[in-house]
Structure formats: structure tokens, C-alpha cells
């Protein structure tokens, strides 16, 4: 068996052509696929993130269609990710954007702002399509995150501190990700943003495991 993981956007690409040649090639090689977009939020994640998963069964070995994991009862907050979570280093934000997202109030954005000082931020963005909620960004304590990315501190994607102005520390990235309090990262602050917000979330990831450790298990029995 194989488990694939990408963003959700690889569907469309090129208006689905690129997704459609990697199930064939995977068919080729001889797997039978089962494919499903799964938000991380649904499994144990405090974060709203979906991501494409791609399950491959061996011909030889496939007995049965392989099931995705069951939803989560209970979504996690930042509040349940972030309590008592280790001190640790992390990016800062230039003097301009802490004077913006001290106007904005916890679950806000550009929206809370006055449309000078909206402008004044965004410059070019303010006039572009769509609703553009990333931007002055501040989280709320009772609500998941959004999708964390590799850089805290783009205008684009911007995930303010709910209380302090300031972005996620490493270890507050980590937490959101599900990563344990002891597993270790390497290299510059923004590597180790960069390696954390590129991860599979560690509980999504788990639950896709587990069900295929089960799949495996039942085909053993049914080989018997």
C-alpha cells in the first residue's frame, strides 16, 4: 500500500488533467486507488486545513474498498492546542503591522480597520476580488486556526497571537500542528517554521495510518 498527500488545489490543476494522470499512472503500476479531501479540523487537529489523500491497494492484495478515517466528535481550539505550551523563539513583526493588528480584535481582520488605514496596509490588495480575510489577520482563542503556512508573518496569510501582537512562536506552531512537545527541530527559525507549516498535521496523519494498519491486519485475516 501507498498514502499521497497534497494540497487541496491539485484537483483543479489544469482543470483536473494533472490529477487525473497521476491515478492513471498509479493504475498502471497496478494499485486500486481511493482518493478524499480531508480537513485535519475533522481528526483531531486544531486547525482548519484540507488536504487531498490518495490511498493506493496493490492488485494482488486489494480484498476490499479502503475506508477513510471517522470524524472527530469534538473540534479543538486554540485555547485546548495552546495550554501550557513550552516557550520558544519566533518570528517578530515589523513596527507598522503591530500598530495595525493592535486595531484589530480577536476572530478579526482588514474588516475591523478603517478604510484609510485598510488601504494605507493593503496598498494594491485592497482593490483586488475576494474577501482577502488573511490579511491583518488576528485569531480567536475559541476557534481552531486557519491553515498555518511556512512564514508567520506574510500580509497574505497573516495568523496574529489572539492576545499578544505578535505571531505563533515555533513551539505554539508545533502545538497547532499536533507535533508532541518533545519532538525536535533543526536549522534557522524559518526553516523550522518552514519545516512545521509544510507537515502533514501529525493526527491527521495518525488516523490515515491507523486505518491502514487495520486494512492490512483484516487482509491478513481474510488470507488465512
Same mark, same amino acid.
Given at each position: ?32 486507488? @481511493? ?109 481552531? @486556526? ?41 536549522? @534557522? ?17 495518525? @488516523? ?17
Amino acid at each position: 500500500m501507498f498514502l499521497a498527500e497534497n494540497v487541496k488545489g491539485l484537483l483543479n490543476h489544469d482543470n483536473g488533467k494533472t490529477f487525473k494522470t497521476m491515478l492513471n499512472i498509479f493504475e498502471n503500476l497496478g494499485y486500486k486507488l @481511493s482518493w478524499q479531501v480531508l480537513n485535519a479540523l475533522d481528526y483531531g487537529v486544531p486547525q482548519k486545513r484540507n488536504r487531498l489523500v490518495v490511498v493506493g491497494v496493490r492488485n494482488d492484495l486489494h480484498f476490499k474498498k479502503f475506508l477513510f478515517p471517522k470524524k472527530v466528535d469534538k473540534f479543538l481550539t486554540l485555547k485546548d492546542a495552546l495550554k501550557n505550551v513550552p516557550k520558544s523563539i519566533g518570528a517578530v513583526y515589523s513596527e507598522k503591522k503591530k500598530i495595525v493588528l493592535a486595531m484589530v480584535p480577536a476572530g478579526g481582520c482588514w474588516r475591523n480597520l478603517t478604510e484609510a488605514i485598510a488601504k494605507n496596509y493593503m496598498g494594491k490588495s485592497y482593490f483586488l476580488s475576494g474577501g482577502k480575510t488573511g490579511m491583518a489577520r488576528k485569531l480567536s482563542w475559541d476557534e481552531p @486556526s486557519l491553515t498555518l503556512t511556512c512564514s508567520p508573518v506574510q500580509m497574505q496569510t497573516e495568523r496574529c497571537h489572539p492576545e499578544e501582537i505578535r505571531p505563533f512562536t515555533t513551539r505554539e506552531y508545533a502545538r497547532i500542528q499536533t507535533f508532541p512537545d518533545n519532538w525536535e527541530f533543526f536549522g @534557522s527559525v524559518n526553516n523550522v517554521y518552514k519545516q512545521i507549516g509544510n507537515a502533514v498535521p501529525v493526527n491527521l496523519a495518525k @488516523s490515515v495510518g491507523l486505518e491502514i494498519i487495520k486494512y492490512l491486519d483484516d487482509m491478513g485475516k481474510e488470507n488465512k
